[in-house]
């Protein structure tokens, strides 16, 4: 899974499968993620999760991060809304990650 704040994007299975989201169908902070995607993930499904952004001084920046499924239903006409639980998050990964973050809230 993939997405960037200038146009969310969601990839599955390495960009098999991709869609585009509004900024309100994503939410992340250091500790998970919470997004609405056409995809229904089984409670326990660990995902790989990559961010990129721009960051405003160091430019392209990628985010690997792992995580578990921990909440999978239904959203009324727009799929199924995920919570995915961050593994183990290192502390370098964390500024990128709240830059991440602050510019998907500011778009």
Do not use: N
């Amino acid at each position: 899974m993939l997405t960037g704040p200038d146009t969310p994007l969601l990839y599955l299975d390495y960009g098999a499968d991709a869609q585009r989201c509004g900024f309100e169908d994503i939410d992340i902070s250091e500790r998970g993620m919470r997004f609405t995607s056409r995809w229904q993930f089984s409670i326990g499904t660990q995902l790989s999760v990559l961010l990129t952004h721009e960051h405003p001084r160091l430019g392209a920046c990628r985010v690997p991060i792992e995580g578990i499924v921990v909440w999978c239903e239904p959203k009324a006409d727009k799929g199924h809304e995920s919570t995915l639980l961050f593994l183990e998050l290192p502390d370098e990964l964390k500024p990128s990650l709240r830059e991440f973050s602050h510019q998907l809230a500011t778009t």
